[in-house]
């Protein structure tokens, strides 16, 4: 009966012992090897390398809700380590990294990433095949100028005639002093827009920057105004300058009516426009001989690029 028992004991402590010599080689491959599933050779500067060819890597899970919940604890308890985090958001149908204060949307192969449904601001050229359908107010590289004074109209004298024809012809740049809105559409190198004061009414084109012009582009010019002659009968033609030239493509003849009326007109016009290039609005009388002035009451001027 002794032997028996101490013939078991023994059995036990080798028992034990595999236990401890087992445990202690699966630390030391934890500690200093790496870990390969679905291969026997694990890449040697990976901690992980999965390999397969007929499955694929499933990350966590979770709804645009659940992502946001959990971006808020992020926040609460920062720890640099969880920068790099990775979910796949299934309402979106898109992977997203954490990056120490925000989710990020991983950019799809070929472009950057636009998200539709949050506020972005996306740089460089972007081609859409398909349709297009905004929700909201679809911004387009534009500028505006508009003019309005209905008790004090903008008086421009008209001291030389125009002839009607080639050029700038003697006609004068509309130029409103005071009560004058405009929205230069003029971007830095980064394609951030520059707020600079109205200084004139025209239009400057700057594509990207000093340092990163872009290619020049087309623009839709459209130009809505309202006006009332100086003399009853007086024929003006109104036009858009580039760079301070009349463009012959864009010149609207008009005979006026009475002196004491205002009537309206609008013009549409297509230019190509380089970086630098700055567009405006101009208004010529044509006559036999004397002088004469344009009252302008309002004028909108926008220009759409395409």
């Excluded at 919940?69 to 969880?82: A, C, F, N, R, Y």
């Excluded at 979910?87 to 898109?94: G, K, M, N, R």
Aim: no cysteine.
């Amino acid at each position: 009966m002794t032997n028996l028992k101490i013939k078991n004991m023994k059995s036990i402590n080798e028992y034990v012992l595999s236990a401890i010599i087992i445990a202690f080689l699966t630390v030391n491959i934890s500690t200093f090897a790496q870990v390969g599933i679905g291969t026997t050779t694990p890449n040697a500067n990976s901690l992980l390398d999965v390999e397969a060819s007929n499955k694929g890597f499933l990350p966590p899970r979770l709804t645009t809700a659940e992502r946001n919940s959990l971006g808020t604890q992020l926040l609460i308890t920062p720890d640099v380590k969880e920068k790099g985090m990775l979910v796949f958001d299934t309402d979106l149908t898109s992977y997203y990294y954490w990056n120490g204060t925000a989710w990020v949307a991983i950019a799809a192969s070929g472009g950057g990433y636009v998200d539709l449904t949050t506020n972005q601001t996306i740089a460089g050229m972007k081609t859409f095949t398909g349709d297009l359908t905004p929700a909201g107010r679809l911004m387009l590289p534009m500028g505006e100028l508009s003019f309005v004074n209905y008790s004090s109209p903008y008086n421009l004298p008209l001291n030389s005639l125009s002839t009607g024809g080639t050029g700038t012809d003697n006609m004068e740049p509309v130029n409103a002093p005071v009560n004058f809105v405009n929205d230069m559409f003029t971007f830095d190198a980064t394609g951030a827009k520059v707020n600079t004061a109205p200084s004139n009414s025209k239009l400057k084109y700057t594509s990207g920057g000093v340092l990163t012009p872009l290619v020049g582009r087309y623009f839709h010019i459209a130009l809505s105004f309202s006006f009332s002659p100086g003399t009853t009968g007086d024929i003006f033609v109104f036009g858009v300058s580039k760079n301070s030239v009349v463009q012959d493509s864009s010149k609207l003849f008009l005979k006026a009516g009475n002196a004491t009326d205002y009537q309206s007109s609008a013009m549409h016009v297509l230019l190509q426009l380089m970086d630098g290039d700055e567009i405006g609005f101009s208004v010529g009388r044509i006559a036999s001989s004397g002088t004469s002035s344009v009252n302008i009451k309002s004028f909108n001027f926008v220009a759409i690029g395409m």
